[in-house]
């Protein structure tokens, strides 16, 4: 069963970069996207990004210009860097493993990390 | 940018159907899925490419799509159907689109 675990700091402060990686278990990483989600407190999905182990990536539209993904195989890992935080950064950020068949839909979550944005 | 329009609550009675609605220009022409997620938890995927369940989703849990609108059904509501439901589809621009989410009470 493939397991998915984010991993990073709980805060970081306004204007700096939040920093996260997920680890992928249980299954290759290899020929799937797979994509960083967040869920500020009480509000809805809001999908960040992805990138396909090709290293191809595809960002949100709004956050596209402070996204950074890449991807480690070997580690079976894949990171977020989103830049310039501030207060409206805080969320849980997810990561979630994509289905690309005719259509797209995610099929394995990470439990999800919480991070903080404050001084 | 593409968007998707969930009613914020729906609230059915146990053993009831509950039918909660997802709108996009056009949805029908493409696929939605749905997402349950409860207090505290990460998102489960309940149906994806329109109507189809995941291994281990109970049968009452259905999907569809047409014109504007995709709907999920639960049919015979149980107690443990409370939870927050989300649709999503993919837009070739905007990329991954969540719907805004409905929370489900079961009275």
């Known amino acids: 069963q493939v397991q998915l675990q984010e991993s990073g700091p709980g805060l970081v402060k306004p204007s700096e970069t939040l920093s996260l990686t997920c680890t992928v278990s249980?299954?290759?990483?290899?020929?799937?996207?797979w994509s960083w989600i967040r869920q500020p407190a009480g509000k809805g999905l809001e999908w960040i990004g992805r990138?396909?182990?090709?290293?191809?990536?595809n960002y949100n539209p709004s956050l596209k210009s402070r996204v950074t993904m890449s991807v480690d195989t070997s580690q079976n890992q894949f990171s977020l860097k989103l830049s310039s935080v501030t207060a409206a950064d805080t969320a849980v950020y997810y990561c979630?493993?994509?289905?690309?068949?005719?259509?797209?839909?995610?099929?394995?979550w990470g439990q999800g990390t919480l991070v903080t944005v404050s001084s | 940018s593409y968007e998707l329009t969930q009613p914020p609550s729906v609230s059915v009675s146990p053993g009831q159907t509950a039918s909660i609605t997802c709108s996009g220009d056009?949805?029908?022409?493409?696929?939605a899925c749905w997402y349950q997620q409860k207090p505290g938890q990460s998102p489960v995927l309940v149906i994806y490419?329109?109507?189809k369940r995941p291994s281990g989703i109970p049968e009452r849990f259905s999907g569809s799509n047409s014109g504007n609108t995709a709907t999920l059904t639960i049919s015979g509501t149980q107690a443990m159907d409370e939870a927050d439901y989300y649709c999503?589809?993919?837009?070739?621009?905007?990329?991954?689109?969540f719907g805004g989410g409905t929370k489900v009470t079961v009275l």
């Open positions: 979630a493993r994509e289905v690309t068949e005719t259509s797209n839909w995610f099929d394995h």
């Open positions: 249980g299954g290759s990483i290899s020929s799937y996207y």
């Open positions: 990138i396909h182990t090709s290293e191809s990536t």
């Open positions: 056009e949805l029908g022409d493409k696929y």
């Open positions: 490419q329109d109507s």
């Open positions: 999503q589809a993919w837009d070739f621009n905007t990329h991954v689109v």
